[in-house]
């Protein structure tokens, strides 16, 4: 579903980017089924609209598309678009884009249940392959790891952050014997190192999850 405001110009003049921003977390907090907001990247909005902005939300049940367009439309005009259910997967969960200005902002909704579920696997160090060719799941840790905390009502998110700040040893076991033998050729790593080749080593990353 697409919703374009028309017409918004001179309301929109009223508020910055960053206060509209504002507005939108202000406006999720309100909603009871959401529990935590985190933004990746810096806690600023990107300057010169150079990138989109990502946002998790948590949640014991994902608000339904009906309470996310009631909690959209309550904004007014002062977001551009709307789109709602762009996309669903178990790696990005329920996505909606909201555009502020120029700036466009994605809106991944997750259960607490299975966000839960899916860092347990990954500390446990089940799901050390690249998943649909494209999506490396020991990533989501770096992601939660250093997310911004915009809101946070059961300290669901501040909790989940501190679970990652120690490297377990069972995924470092387990990721140094799965990765170890791809990669494991003394002649290029000597070459590499006294080359001081940068490029080799993003090679040797991306040998790690062929």
């Given amino acids: 579903m697409v919703i374009i405001n028309e017409g918004i110009e001179e309301k929109i003049m009223c508020k910055t980017s960053n206060e509209v921003f504002s507005l939108i977390i202000d406006t999720l907090s309100k909603n009871d089924l ?4 985190g933004k990746t990247g810096t806690k ?5 609209n150079d990138s989109d902005v990502d946002i998790f939300i948590f949640s014991e049940k994902v608000p339904n598309f009906t309470n996310r367009e009631k909690m959209y439309t309550k904004m007014g005009n002062y977001i551009r678009k709307i789109e709602i259910n762009k996309h669903e997967s178990k790696h990005w969960g329920f996505v909606d884009f909201l555009k502020i200005d120029e700036i466009e902002l994605c809106l991944m909704y997750f259960s607490v249940k299975n966000i839960n579920e899916e860092i347990v696997k990954l500390l446990n160090g089940d799901r050390l392959e690249k998943e649909n060719n494209y999506f490396y799941p020991i990533g989501r840790c770096a992601t939660i790891k250093t997310i911004n905390i915009l809101y946070d009502k059961n300290n ?4 989940l952050k501190q679970q990652l700040t120690v490297y377990p040893n069972e995924l470092y076991k387990k990721s140094i014997e799965y990765h170890l033998p791809k990669i494991n050729d003394k002649e290029d790593f000597r070459r590499a190192i006294t080359r001081k080749d940068v490029m080799f080593y993003h090679f040797v990353l991306v040998l790690c999850y062929c």
Avoid: C, M
Avoid at 34 to 37: A, K, M, Q, W
Avoid at 44 to 48: F, G, Y
Avoid at 156 to 159: D, I, K, R, W, Y
């Fill in 34 to 37: 959401i529990l935590s907001i």
């Fill in 44 to 48: 600023d909005l990107p300057l010169n």
């Fill in 156 to 159: 669901f998110l501040n909790n």
